[in-house]
């Protein structure tokens, strides 16, 4: 199944946001599943993609399960994916239309398949793969990541190059994430509260993503990249890595290869696309972490957190 979302061509621009790992929970999607044929369609898809039934975990847990980044990622792109099929179900012509997409890591994914670069079951398949050459880097790279709040980009760099850790997700200008083998980042978050920091908060991750130790899925990933058939974006997606658009299948994979060891840049992601003149948002999938992170970025900009059927007949009523 190929989904067909058209892109912005009037109005105020709005910008669709995709959220990232950690926004799982059991029971997310579940009353799209049982109300919406069309989000039913999306996750049957899914499963039929993955071989498995990914959608009983993610339903009925257990949470342990579902945390796993095999089940989470591909989980969380199926719910996202679903919420655009039941908003564009349940909105018809009144269906919000993006102007540009962005996905935060894992979220690009799902953004690839809102702006047609890929279908639902190539989406799913290189989700899921995704999730396996990365569990693989963490067993051979043992790692963590850390939340440092209220210190600048410049001096985290710095902290990074002393502890051999990596700044690897730069969220907010106040919130910076950073990853490398868990002494590391204790040592990077003993200096960083040293240098000024709020807060440095550890992260109950798997593993040190988007860094350097990412490095033994990399050939993995472009084999799996290479086996599928990628379009070019109908919708403009707005990358993780340098922030710009990616206009092409070649700028597409470029951009997924470079971001399994990349860093995040979150922030300049939001602000190229409030600096091309989005001025709303609507974070599509479960969790409201982007929501919050758009509010600190930008005061001005309104958006509107859409993850579960409520949300989404609110969204018709407004």
Same mark, same amino acid.
């Given at each position: 199944?190929?989904?067909?979302?058209?892109?912005?061509?009037?109005?105020?621009?709005?910008?669709?946001?995709?959220?990232?790992?950690?926004?799982?929970?059991?029971?997310?999607?579940?009353?799209?599943?049982?109300?919406?044929?069309?989000?039913?369609?999306?996750?049957?898809?899914?499963?039929?993609?993955?071989?498995?039934?990914?959608?009983?975990?993610?339903?009925?847990?257990?949470?342990?399960?579902?945390?796993?980044?095999?089940?989470?990622?591909?989980?969380?792109?199926?719910?996202?994916?679903?919420?655009?099929?039941?908003?564009?179900?349940?909105?018809?012509?009144?269906?919000?239309?993006?102007? @540009?997409?962005?996905?935060?890591?894992?979220?690009?994914?799902?953004?690839?398949?809102?702006?047609?670069?890929?279908?639902?079951?190539?989406?799913?398949?290189?989700?899921?793969?995704?999730?396996?050459?990365?569990?693989?880097?963490?067993?051979?790279?043992?790692?963590? @990541?850390?939340?440092?709040?209220?210190?600048?980009?410049?001096?985290?760099?710095?902290?990074?190059?002393?502890?051999?850790?990596?700044?690897?997700?730069?969220?907010?200008?106040?919130?910076?994430?950073?990853?490398?083998?868990?002494?590391?980042?204790?040592?990077?978050?003993?200096?960083?509260?040293?240098?000024?920091?709020?807060?440095?908060?550890?992260?109950?991750?798997?593993?040190?993503?988007?860094?350097?130790?990412?490095?033994?899925?990399?050939?993995?990933?472009?084999?799996?990249?290479?086996?599928?058939?990628?379009?070019?974006?109908?919708?403009?997606?707005?990358?993780?890595?340098?922030?710009?658009?990616?206009?092409?299948?070649?700028?597409?994979?470029?951009?997924?290869?470079?971001?399994?060891?990349?860093?995040?840049?979150?922030?300049?992601?939001?602000?190229?696309?409030?600096?091309?003149?989005?001025?709303?948002?609507?974070?599509?999938?479960?969790?409201?972490?982007?929501?919050?992170?758009?509010?600190?970025?930008?005061?001005?900009?309104?958006?509107?957190?859409?993850?579960?059927?409520?949300?989404?007949?609110?969204?018709?009523?407004?």
């Amino acid at each position: 199944m190929t989904l067909s979302f058209m892109p912005q061509t009037q109005g105020a621009k709005m910008g669709f946001l995709f959220p990232g790992q950690g926004a799982q929970a059991v029971g997310m999607g579940k009353q799209l599943y049982e109300e919406s044929p069309a989000a039913r369609e999306v996750f049957e898809q899914v499963d039929d993609a993955l071989g498995r039934s990914l959608s009983s975990i993610m339903f009925n847990g257990p949470e342990d399960t579902l945390r796993q980044t095999i089940n989470a990622q591909p989980g969380i792109m199926a719910v996202s994916l679903a919420c655009m099929k039941t908003m564009q179900e349940r909105l018809g012509d009144d269906m919000p239309q993006p102007a @540009m997409t962005a996905g935060h890591s894992l979220g690009e994914y799902t953004a690839l398949a809102v702006s047609g670069v890929l279908d639902v079951g190539d989406t799913a398949f290189l989700v899921q793969r995704r999730g396996e050459l990365m569990q693989v880097a963490c067993d051979q790279n043992p790692g963590t @990541m850390a939340a440092i709040i209220g210190l600048d980009e410049m001096t985290l760099e710095q902290i990074a190059v002393e502890t051999g850790t990596y700044v690897s997700n730069i969220n907010t200008a106040e919130q910076i994430v950073i990853s490398g083998d868990k002494l590391g980042v204790a040592r990077a978050c003993d200096l960083s509260t040293a240098r000024g920091a709020k807060k440095a908060i550890p992260l109950r991750v798997g593993g040190a993503f988007h860094s350097g130790l990412m490095e033994p899925a990399r050939a993995g990933l472009i084999e799996a990249i290479n086996s599928v058939q990628f379009n070019a974006p109908q919708i403009p997606i707005v990358g993780n890595c340098d922030a710009q658009p990616l206009n092409t299948a070649d700028d597409v994979k470029r951009e997924l290869i470079t971001q399994i060891c990349g860093c995040v840049q979150w922030k300049r992601t939001v602000d190229y696309m409030l600096d091309s003149g989005v001025n709303d948002f609507i974070e599509v999938g479960p969790g409201k972490a982007l929501s919050g992170m758009v509010k600190r970025i930008s005061r001005r900009s309104q958006i509107t957190a859409v993850g579960d059927m409520e949300s989404i007949l609110n969204l018709s009523r407004n």
